[in-house]
T-cell receptor, first 110, second 113 residues
């Protein structure tokens, strides 16, 4: 089955700096890659996703890049704010299920 | 948010108890999922229902028993659990099974004593 690895497990940045979270996947058939944000005590929520027919997608301060050849994708958050502090999960969809990474705890220091 | 709801939000049970978790969605989705979220582990898919039919059971112990009476409701029946089953149990739904956005409920925080 699909194996998704996510790094780093924790990340601290100063407010206003950028944050990058990276994921790799194993199944070359995967072609849907969502990112979820989970704030403390809350449910995971989709923040951005990308499909394999594009290499990059951007939504305001958030962007995701995909390299299908290398089987890795990344989340980029620019101009970080304290409210960006949360756990971020990447996922990859192979066949019909989503396989999640282990999560990155992002802390934005004011 | 009221898209996907779960009850109860917190549950403490002994190893000999029987309890049930409930999930409800009124988004018109046809696929529903149970996940287990433990500390420092990925979200673990437990069960998948598509059009009320179970399509996936990821080798989950029989002490967890799912039920999907209709496309809006999903239950997880718990019986003789172990302390290591303590976790956050998340329900999710999507329009169809597969490469679709999944919407999560708030979860049930379960503690097995």
């Amino acid at each position: 089955g699909e194996n998704v690895e996510q790094h780093p497990s924790t990340l601290s940045v100063q407010e206003g700096d950028s944050a990058v979270i990276k994921c790799t996947y194993s199944d070359s058939a995967s072609n849907y890659f969502p990112w979820y944000k989970q704030e403390l005590g809350k449910r995971p929520q989709l923040i951005i996703d990308i499909r394999s027919n594009v290499g990059e997608k951007k939504d305001q301060r958030i962007a995701v890049t995909l390299n299908k050849t290398a089987k890795h994708f990344s989340l980029h958050i620019t101009e970080t704010q304290p409210e960006d502090s949360a756990v971020y999960f990447c996922a990859a969809s192979a066949v019909d299920n989503l396989f999640f990474g282990t999560g990155t705890r992002l802390t934005v220091i004011p | 948010e009221t898209g996907v709801t779960q009850t109860p939000r917190h549950l403490v049970m002994g190893m000999t108890n029987k309890k049930s978790l409930k999930c409800e969605q009124h988004l018109g989705h046809n696929a529903m999922y149970w996940y287990k979220q433990s500390a420092k582990k990925p979200l673990e898919l437990m069960f998948v229902y598509s059009l009320e039919e179970r399509v996936e059971n990821n080798s989950v112990p029989s002490r967890f028993s799912p039920e999907c009476p209709n496309s809006s409701h999903l239950f997880l029946h718990l019986h003789t659990l172990q302390p290591e089953d303590s976790a956050l149990y998340l329900c999710a739904s999507s329009l169809q099974r597969g490469k679709e956005t999944q919407y999560f409920g708030p979860g049930t925080r379960l503690l097995v004593l």
